[in-house]
């Protein structure tokens, strides 16, 4: 079983909807969680860190449940610029940081 | 500001060749990392360094050298190709943690291909 599982997709979805990626990690004592987004052929770059509590940015909603081992995101009113790849990035303590192999979102007009 | 830029963008060399990557950030950051990137994988990392002078192995460290000798600059070596290491390789820095992870800054990448 890898460390960190995602759905690779693609998710095709016209513009505006909701969608959401799920991400399941493996090690239960992982400490910090996040979100990446990786355009096509660039860098991934920071989305936004998954709180216990949860976070909000805009549209974009990131949750942890611990006691099952996912977090998620979802991204609501869905806009052609979302289309992107997004990483799951598990920190299980110290350098040992482990990157999903991502899911693929296709966003429609 | 430049951020975090590698050289070369891309590259193609013969199995048994060597070559060198060089990644350079501006940030002042303490950490830098080596990652590659394969298609169906996430990224993997290579090796990483906690500060000037400093090295560490990663996750697939084999076939590969760093080297850390000014802070702002971190080499990745290949000293004699594969045709496994064919790859997306990127570098990252980020700033010392105290325990928790704090955001890596990613370079655009170098695309190598050994045939």
């Known amino acids: 079983r890898k460390e960190v599982e995602q759905d690779p997709g693609p998710f095709n979805v016209p513009e505006g909807a909701t969608v959401a990626f799920n991400c399941t990690y493996s090690?239960?004592?992982?400490?910090?969680f996040f979100w990446y987004r990786q355009d096509c052929r660039k860098e991934p770059k920071l989305l936004m860190s998954?709180?216990?509590s949860g976070n909000e940015d805009g549209r974009f909603t990131a949750q942890l449940n611990r006691a099952s081992q996912y977090i998620s995101l979802l991204i609501r009113d869905s806009k052609l610029s979302d289309s992107a790849t997004y990483l799951c990035?598990?920190?299980?303590?110290?350098?040992?940081?482990?990157f999903g192999a991502g899911t693929r979102l296709f966003v429609k007009a | 500001n430049a951020g975090v830029t590698q050289t070369p963008k891309f590259r193609v060399l013969k199995t048994g060749q060597s070559m060198t990557l060089l990644c350079a950030q501006d940030?002042?950051?303490?950490?830098m990392y080596w990652y590659r990137q394969d298609p169906g994988m996430g990224l993997r990392l290579i090796h990483y360094?906690?500060?000037?002078?400093?090295?560490a192995k990663g996750e697939v460290p084999d076939g590969y050298n760093v080297s850390r000798l000014k802070k702002q600059n971190f080499l990745l070596g290949l000293e004699s190709a594969a045709p496994s290491q064919t790859s997306v390789y990127f570098c990252?820095?980020?700033?010392?943690?105290?325990?928790?992870?704090?955001?890596?800054?990613f370079g655009p990448g170098t695309r190598l291909t050994v045939t």
């Open positions: 090690n239960s004592a992982s400490q910090s």
């Open positions: 990252a820095s980020s700033r010392a943690t105290s325990g928790t992870f704090n955001e890596q800054y």
């Open positions: 360094s906690v500060g000037e002078g400093t090295t």
């Open positions: 940030m002042n950051h303490e950490y």
């Open positions: 990035v598990v920190n299980p303590g110290g350098f040992k940081t482990i």
């Open positions: 998954v709180y216990s």
